[in-house]
């Protein structure tokens, strides 16, 4: 299975190919019945704690949930999350805690979290002052904390190099790094509230509780033949991947 959405947990594994089946595994990866998603093309996953149940965020924005015990029977279908363009991706999709799934699409102005068990508008949405002006919109929402506690902190960062923080429990967004830099990617270390971030020839690693940056050596790269975003990736120990494509000599 040549998996580009994928979501695990200690008990569950889901994959989907960007079409309208969702794969299932047990934690022994053992092949569980499929799920089968009507409309549009499967963009994001995010297993509820427990493994109960299964969000599915489409390309279009529709975000919903699933039955991992009954994968036939008919979803819960919450409030769509319009995307800026179909196809943008999406920044983030995970849940807080049983029920509560916070949901952002790239490119978008806001972050919003829904209620699992009500269909209709979200129950909390954060609020970017400084967005408006900003075309780039979101390219990243990540926890902050440790997984096998429910959290209540995000980490946002927008395609301008703006990094942010929201308590869900409160509206507005706090402003912690400014980058300096178009970011086309980046990964977070959510339990040491760390990240790096990137550009077409650029790399930047950040301290969200330190509020510092450091820009990492990356000399070597041309703009001109690195177009594509990088694949970034941080390790247990705080090590870090980069990787940027670039035509062949």
Known sequence: LPATVLDATADLVAASRRDTEVRLFSGQLARLPPIRTRGKPVEALAIEPGAERLAVVASDG???IYSV???ESKPSRLRRSHPV????????AFFLTAGRLVVAMR???SAVMFDAEVRGMPVAESLWPSMATCEAGLLTLAALGSATSSSETLFALDGAGQARVWDVRMR??????NLGIQCTAATVDSTRWTFVAASQDSLIWGDLRAQRTVALPVLHLDPALSTQAPLLGMGPRGSILACWTAPRA
């Not at 363009?85 to 983030?92: L, S, T």
């Not at 507005?172 to 790094?177: A, G, H, I, K, S």
């Open 69 to 71: 015990m009954d994968p």
């Open 62 to 64: 529709q975000v919903s």
């Open 172 to 177: 507005c967004t706090v402003n912690m790094l």
């Open 107 to 109: 490119g978008d102005k």
């Open 85 to 92: 363009e179909e196809g943008a991706g999406v920044a983030g």
